[in-house]
């Protein structure tokens, strides 16, 4: 299918009836609508935490929409350590993933050696849906974007990478960088 054919990430998560999970195994991301506030968070430490700001907002009413429908929305971020300056960063913000609804967990890479996981990052929906995330070598988005699977080999592996790295994980109150 072809990406402009495909449907679009909230339609995605609009459509979820049991659980959306994320699995994030860079230590960097280039993500252009974020660059200011990294930026602003490198100079000052200080990140954008408001839930209802027009950064966060339109992220934490999708979120608390799909919960209300009885979603379960998880995330796994399996990370370097010591870790990136990028990853002080995602954590710092995480706390807004969580009042919108979302578990987070965190994941040092060493200890995921014995596990299978796919080559890129993926967003997981009701185990049947995998939308791949591509990016180029720096982070930013790359040309092709986004892959989206339903070939039920795809799905189980994603639903097993990611219900492996979530057991090892460590909740976000417990991770300490």
């Known amino acids: ?9 909230e339609e995605l998560m609009t459509a979820a009836t049991r659980t959306a999970v994320h699995l994030e195994m860079r230590d960097a991301y280039g993500v252009s609508d974020e660059a200011e506030d990294f930026r602003h968070w ?7 935490t408001d839930p209802s700001s027009a950064y966060w907002g339109p ?3 999708l979120v608390q929409d799909a919960v209300r429908r009885g979603v379960e929305v998880r995330r796994v ?4 350590e010591p870790v990136s300056e990028y990853i002080k960063y995602e954590h710092a913000g995480s706390v807004v993933n969580i009042k919108a609804g979302e578990s987070v967990r ?9 596990l299978a996981l ?5 967003w997981l929906f009701d185990e049947k849906t995998v939308l791949f995330n591509h990016f180029s070598g720096d982070g930013e988005a790359s040309p092709e974007g986004r892959e989206l699977r339903t070939d039920p080999e795809v799905a189980e592996l994603a639903t097993r990478a990611f219900d492996a790295a979530w057991t090892l994980a460590t909740p ?3 991770y300490k960088i």
Not at 42 to 48: A, L, V
Not at 106 to 114: D, H, N
Not at 118 to 122: E, H, K, L, R, S
């Open 1 to 9: 299918m072809r990406q402009s054919e495909q449907p679009s990430f």
């Open 42 to 48: 490198k100079r000052t430490g200080e990140r954008d």
């Open 59 to 61: 992220w934490v009413e």
């Open 77 to 80: 971020r399996i990370v370097s």
């Open 106 to 114: 965190w994941l040092p890479r060493r200890q995921t050696s014995g």
């Open 118 to 122: 796919p080559g890129n990052d993926f």
């Open 172 to 174: 976000h109150d417990q």
